[in-house]
């Protein structure tokens, strides 16, 4: 899962010690640029680090943006199994984790997610391993790894293909969720000017839990993509190796991408539960916002005062937009001279996703044990920072693979 490029969890805005928040915005091609305050934007904008990293955090930073057209007078906010081997997936049902106590009352998601959206990491990191998932969130995330630091700078270089970041000064949580709104908006602008946008922010209601994401790219489909005209999907992962990875690890990133589509469908067709958003978030609706949003959010030509105007711009906008194509892609990328390894074109399977989504909202409600990753995927444990106290690890087990399978680079066709 290193070179998996996903967005951070957490549901907050980045916010320093003066309160202030960075959003990416993006402006027209002109000569004459306002003097903007520029600062570094962190995790979960930048959508680098994966599930496991959302450990033990409370209230980290999300991303803002706005975008706006090139073309536009004004800017736009935008198998059999060993004795041994079955006792250890006997055990993966027990209650032996870092998390278990005499007697659990609350539920993974009240925990470590309370009042906070799911991400869409969150989701794809359980379907890796669940134990794993289970240790992270009770014991600390992992340290950044050097190709996570990679992934993370080369993100960041696409992202400012097409935005630009500037500092806002915030107040209040409703500031906060007024900006990432307005992120989405810009986002949304943005694809429909230019045809394209990068690291869009999400946020919707999915079978009874918010969820938040953030996808790689959306782009117009082209006759060569689908004969559907709706947007298409991609996500885009960096490899430290020139080659594919393993069948799971192709597998998860599907799930992601198949994860956007079903958030984006939802935004798209459902009506946006305000109330319960409000209520779930602890958010006040009336709540005028702190001048500093007010002023970004009138350059951007929006006659808004407080988060509940911001909320029924979101879904106005996102009502304007067609369900996201069928045809999926999942580029991956080599690191080193950033080559194309492969692109892969897949078909969205509804029932498969919303299956897998399911097994995993039952984890985070508790609705049964954390399971260990299956025996012929134990070589994941090699990667694992827990893997010396989990009874999962199949470093006794001769008959356990101890890395996967590698594929080449496809050949040029």
Excluded at 34 to 60: G, V
Excluded at 212 to 222: L, M, N, Q
Aim: aromatic letters at 8%; one cysteine or more; glycine letters at 4%.
């Amino acid at each position: 899962m290193a070179e998996s490029h996903s967005e951070s969890t957490s549901d907050s805005l980045t916010t320093t010690s003066d309160q202030s928040a960075t959003i990416p915005i993006s402006t027209r091609r002109s000569n004459h640029v306002p003097e903007i305050p520029i600062e570094i934007i962190t995790e979960e904008e930048m959508a680098i680090l994966d599930a496991a990293f959302a450990a033990t955090r409370s209230f980290l930073p999300s991303a803002i943006r706005s975008a706006a057209s090139s073309s536009s007078p004004s800017r736009i906010i935008a198998g059999e199994i060993s004795k041994t081997a079955r006792s250890v997936a006997m055990f993966s049902k027990r209650k032996l984790s870092a998390c278990s106590s005499v007697d659990i009352e609350d539920s993974l998601l009240h925990r470590f997610r309370k009042n906070q959206a799911l991400g869409v990491t969150d989701l794809t990191g359980t379907e890796w391993c669940e134990k794993q998932m289970e240790n992270v969130l009770c014991l600390g995330r992992r340290k950044v790894s050097k190709a996570m630091k990679l992934g993370q700078a080369r993100h960041l270089e696409l992202e400012e293909e097409v935005v630009k970041r500037v500092r806002v000064k915030v107040e209040s949580n409703e500031d906060k969720w007024a900006l990432k709104l307005l992120s989405s908006i810009a986002g949304v602008n943005q694809f429909l000017f230019e045809g394209r946008t990068r690291e869009l922010l999400l946020v919707g209601f999915v079978g009874g839990q918010w969820i938040v994401g953030v996808i790689d790219e959306v782009r117009k489909a082209s006759a060569e993509d689908s004969s559907d005209t709706g947007p298409l999907l991609i996500d885009t992962k960096t490899r430290g190796r020139d080659t594919l990875p393993a069948e799971p690890q192709r597998r998860n990133g599907r799930l992601q991408v198949m994860l956007y589509k079903l958030l984006w469908d939802t935004v798209v067709r459902e009506e946006f539960p305000a109330t319960r958003f409000f209520n779930y978030f602890a958010l006040n609706r009336h709540e005028v916002l702190s001048q500093d949003v007010r002023d970004n959010i009138a350059d951007a030509g929006i006659p808004a005062q407080t988060l509940e105007e911001i909320v029924r711009y979101y879904e106005s906008t996102f009502k304007m937009l067609p369900i996201a194509n069928d045809q999926l892609l999942l580029r991956y990328e080599f690191q080193k001279d950033r080559s194309i390894i492969a692109e892969i074109r897949f078909t969205h399977d509804p029932e498969w996703v919303m299956s897998k989504y399911k097994e995993v909202i039952e984890f985070w409600r508790s609705e049964r044990e954390a399971e260990y990753t299956p025996e012929e995927e134990r070589w994941k444990c090699r990667y694992c920072q827990f893997a010396k106290s989990c009874p999962g690890n199949p470093s006794l087990q001769s008959s356990a693979p101890s890395s996967p399978p590698r594929e080449p680079r496809p050949l040029a066709s």
